[in-house]
T-cell receptor, first 114, second 112 residues
Framework: DSGVTQTPKHLITATGQRVTLRCSPR?????VYWYQQSLDQGLQFLIH???????AKGNILERFSAQQFPDLHSELNLSSLELGDSALYFC?????????????FGEGSRLTVL | GENVEQHPSTLSVQEGDSAVIKCTYS??????FPWYKQELGKRPQLIID?????GEKKDQRIAVTLNKTAKHFSLHITETQPEDSAVYFC???????????FGSGTKLNVKP
């Protein structure tokens, strides 16, 4: 158990809909990263938050947005869903300390868009 | 931005043999290179990492080498075992850890 909790584990929805994925980082971790993993694909970096502030953006679509709340949990909002958005969405947290860059991944939220 | 390329995409070895996975990166500012192992249906987990001030690092049967000049780094697994079967991802980041760019993954199959 990595200590990172993601909900829901599975989600099935229709094209055009909007969903919210939730992530609770490990206790004490200030950084949250979101990644998208499509079938048989690598991990595509979406966005990184540190202590409530956006730190870096990757290949995140304009239809997607995220935020990190004062209690450090994060949400990834996906709107106007398309079939191609079907993927496993991972959240990872990190202590963001100078001497360690280890990412602790959650179990992922599997999104299926029909 | 950073581009990390990983080869091969699949690798099949006999138990006891060695396996080598190679990655290249494009941004010379990257200086932290972790490797993650993802077992089927599981989350990725860090297995080893290396920083740019080190050329090689070992941890039991696994080792990572880094060539900063050529901008490539490799994962070496010796005496492979069936439980090493998984997808392995390399990644690159700068010291600020703002972004981690992952390679496309290598599916390693260790045949008993």
């Amino acid at each position: 158990d990595s200590g990172v909790t993601q909900t829901p584990k599975h989600l099935i929805t229709a094209t055009g809909q909007r969903v919210t994925l939730r992530c609770s980082p490990r206790s004490g971790d200030l950084s949250v990263y979101w990644y998208q993993q499509s079938l048989d694909q690598g991990l595509q970096f979406l966005i990184h938050y540190y202590n409530g502030e956006e730190r870096a953006k990757g290949n995140i679509l304009e239809r997607f947005s995220a935020q990190q709340f004062p209690d450090l949990h994060s949400e990834l909002n996906l709107s106007s869903l398309e079939l191609g958005d079907s993927a496993l969405y991972f959240c990872a947290s990190s202590a963001y300390m100078e001497n360690t860059g280890e990412l602790f991944f959650g179990e992922g939220s599997r999104l299926t868009v029909l | 931005g950073e581009n990390v390329e990983q080869h091969p995409s699949t690798l099949s070895v006999q138990e006891g043999d060695s396996a080598v996975i190679k990655c290249t990166y494009s941004d010379s500012a990257s200086n932290y290179f972790p490797w993650y192992k993802q077992e089927l249906g599981k989350r990725p987990q860090l297995i080893i990492d290396i920083r740019s001030n080190v050329g090689e690092k070992k941890d039991q049967r696994i080792a990572v080498t880094l060539n900063k000049t050529a901008k490539h780094f490799s994962l070496h697994i010796t005496e492979t075992q069936p439980e090493d079967s998984a997808v392995y991802f390399c990644a690159a980041s700068m010291n600020n850890f703002n972004k981690f760019y992952f390679g496309s993954g290598t599916k390693l199959n260790v045949k008993p």
